[in-house]
């Protein structure tokens, strides 16, 4: 089976304090082989988080981005190899905020895709349409471009355990979610591009996470569809019992 992933992305939220005491109550979780939980967390926490979750087996952390180049003069920015030095495993990239309000284009995204890769950090990348891409029934056209302008140029052995995140941008923050059949809908399409480009067994080890207001109310839903592998949430992975309902939720 695929990986199964309840990914928390934690954004800009939380105190140190607050964020060992979220992780202290959602370690005993008891995962299978095949399901993971991943703490996106603030770059000041990275290192605090990575020990919270050392010996624990299937957690890991990811950072929420990294700059595209190699080191320099970029005040505030945390290049790859930065997180690679403090063992981080995962790095979420081209996140919808990231896009809109930071304007990362897609030579910008496969930038930093690479990096990632060179430095063995595993990109969650992010893919999905606002709301006017949705209502003129073009979001699998505007998804399709994402992944190939940024993604398309790997390798087949680049590509392989690759992790997508596919959050609808009208369905985060909103209240809104997808029904549990257009989730399904748009991750099967996603798996029909990569079996085009990349053939039948790539495309089956590809984990592609839901990301549009997943909650415990909705979750084992969403994600007991075929083609969706888990999720990456945002404001419910902030509370401990509802985060831990997600992952009970995975397949």
């Not at 945390?78 to 905020?97: N, T």
């Not at 950090?121 to 471009?145: D, M």
Request: proline share 2%; net charge negative.
């Amino acid at each position: 089976m695929r990986k199964q992933i309840a990914a928390a992305n934690w954004k800009m939220n939380l105190t140190l304090q607050q964020s060992t005491e979220l992780t202290d109550a959602l370690l005993n979780e008891d995962l299978k082989d095949y399901q993971l939980v991943i703490f996106g967390v603030p770059f000041p926490y990275l290192q605090t988080i990575k020990k919270k979750i050392a010996g624990k087996r299937n957690y890991f952390i990811a950072a929420q981005n990294c700059h595209f180049k190699k080191s320099g003069a970029y005040t505030g920015e945390v290049s790859a190899e930065i997180l690679k030095s403090v063992q981080v495993d995962y790095v979420i990239i081209g996140h919808s905020e990231r896009r809109e309000y930071f304007n990362e284009d897609h030579q910008m995204l496969t930038e930093k895709v690479n990096i990632c890769l060179q430095n063995n950090l595993k990109p969650i990348f992010c893919c999905g349409e606002p709301l006017s891409i949705r209502e003129a029934q073009t979001q699998n056209e505007h998804v399709e471009k994402q992944l190939k302008e940024s993604l398309f140029h790997l390798t087949t052995e680049q590509f392989k355990d690759f992790v997508i995140a596919y959050e609808p941008v009208w369905a985060i923050g909103t209240g809104k979610t997808a029904t549990s059949q257009q989730a399904q809908e748009m991750h099967a399409y996603i798996r029909k591009v990569i079996v085009e480009k990349y053939g039948d067994d790539v495309a089956e080890s590809i984990s592609i996470l839901y990301g549009g207001s997943v909650k415990a109310t909705n979750a084992k839903e969403i994600f007991g569809e075929k083609d969706v592998d888990g999720g990456l949430v945002g404001g419910a992975s902030l509370i401990a019992d509802e985060f831990s309902t997600i992952i009970k939720g995975l397949k």
